[in-house]
């Protein structure tokens, strides 16, 4: 066995280390390489863009609903992260406030009422360039669309909507002897009268509020504001409609408000059976299955006024903030959302109906017993939008309708006061 000299057997352990440290090194560099050539097809979760989306609090399933959307939304965009916010209290307040402050969420609700305002603010991001052919913008129902539209551009996408329809109790029909429900406004009155006393306390239960008569006002002609934005609903022909809810109130005495008999809304009137027939929207459907099994109801298009059809539309979209640090993710997330597959997803379940004149065909709704007379008011439907200062107009008119209800004093002194009020504070806030 040969014995190397020190200085020879270092040179040796050197040679090989040194070998030994250029392999390692060689291994590195192409892991790394390797790396760095899959980083576009398979990104790492710290390249992900997060999307902050803000809505108000709805009932439990509707937002564990729209938590399993977002999810399959994620999957399918592993480099987007939606973080999902709900603002339970005074949400157009917050989202206003955060606006201001630059502090607002990427993408927002935007409730049809509210949206005036904010497109005429230049806070919100316009949606134009955004949509493709590809998107199919004409699959949205025209009347939904064109509450979002302001000086020719697009700001929000419906997610989803609700019109009113007559929901009435089939036992009590069937007690007082009525067949079928009544197609005219007059129809309706008379059979209130019938129902009045029977199973039934009163046979109709009335919201008195703008939301639920401005169809009503525009039925003889009348205008909710005019053309300057300025609240019009106490003109004469806007008051002949009005008249029909008050005197069926004060003269046939079939009639009741939610305060008249000890409930919170139309449709707990209804469902505890204070009242034979209610106009109410899609949500008073699965309310009234859940809450009320035992009742028995159908319901019907809203009947018709001076021989026109009416009712009114609610519709909420997802707008896009126009501070938004990664709109071109956000766009994604709105693109998903109110696209065929995710809409049909959102409503598929009927606590809500789609926007999407497809999306509702596949689910069937304009077939269905009960959505069918909501799916068809859509189109001539009067859409819930009383300018860029709702609350003034709606306050006032709420206010004093009531007032003119109850015989406190006459519709139309009570209307043209809530006119003028209502027009002070517009002009004040301007």
């Known amino acids: 066995m040969e014995i190397l000299p020190t200085n020879g057997y270092l040179s040796v352990i050197k040679k090989r280390l040194f070998n030994f440290l250029g392999l390692v090194i060689a291994i590195a560099i192409a892991f790394i390489a390797c790396q760095s050539l899959q980083l576009p097809s398979k990104p790492l979760a710290s390249t992900a863009v997060t999307i902050k989306l803000s809505g108000w609090g709805g009932s439990p399933v509707e937002q564990k609903l729209l938590r399993v959307v977002l999810q399959d939304f994620e999957a399918q965009h ?37 949206a005036p305002f904010l497109m005429s603010q230049n806070v919100l991001e316009p949606l134009d360039t955004y949509i493709t052919p590809k998107f199919d913008l004409a699959d949205f129902e025209d009347n939904l669309l064109d509450s979002f539209k302001y000086q020719n551009h697009i700001y929000g996408l419906p997610k989803d909507y609700s019109t009113l329809a007559l929901f009435y109790n089939k036992k009590a029909f069937a007690a007082a002897g009525l067949s079928s429900p009544p197609a005219t406004w007059e129809e309706l009155r008379n059979y209130s009268k019938q129902l009045t006393g029977k199973l039934n306390k009163y046979g109709f239960g009335e ?27 106490a003109s004469e022909t ?44 899609n949500w008073a459907i699965p309310y009234l299955t859940e809450t009320f099994p035992q009742i028995e109801f159908a319901t019907a298009q809203v009947p018709t006024i001076n021989d026109k059809k009416g009712t009114m539309v609610f519709t909420v979209a997802y707008v896009m903030n126009k501070q938004a640090q990664h709109k071109a993710e956000a766009w994604e997330l709105i693109s998903y959302l109110t696209g065929k597959e995710g809409m049909q997803k959102w409503t598929g379940t009927g606590f809500a109906l789609p926007t999407r004149k497809s999306v509702a065909k596949n ?21 819930w939008q009383v300018g860029k200062y709702p609350g003034a107009i709606v306050n006032n008119f709420d206010n004093q309708f009531v007032s003119a209800l109850l015989g406190q004093q006459p519709l139309k002194q009570a209307m043209l006061k809530a006119e003028n009020e209502a027009n002070q504070q517009i002009k004040a806030m301007e």
């Open 238 to 281: 806007g008051l002949q409609g009005l008249e029909l809810v008050v005197n069926q109130y004060q003269k046939d005495r079939s009639s009741a408000q939610k305060s008249d008999v000890g409930t919170n809304s139309g449709s707990e009137m209804f469902g505890q059976s204070k009242v034979a027939m209610v106009i109410e929207g």
């Open 207 to 233: 919201i008195p509020e703008l939301a639920r008569q401005a169809y009503k006002i525009k039925a003889f002609g009348g205008q909710l504001i005019d053309q300057n934005g300025y609240a019009t609903f």
């Open 363 to 383: 689910l069937g709704y304009d077939q269905d017993p009960l959505r069918s007379p909501l799916v068809a008011g859509v189109s001539y439907a009067t859409p």
């Open 78 to 114: 592993p480099t987007i992260k939606v973080k999902y916010e709900v603002i339970s209290d005074q949400y157009m307040d917050v989202i206003k406030t955060r606006l201001v402050g630059e502090a607002a969420p990427d993408i927002f609700y935007l409730d049809a009422l509210e």
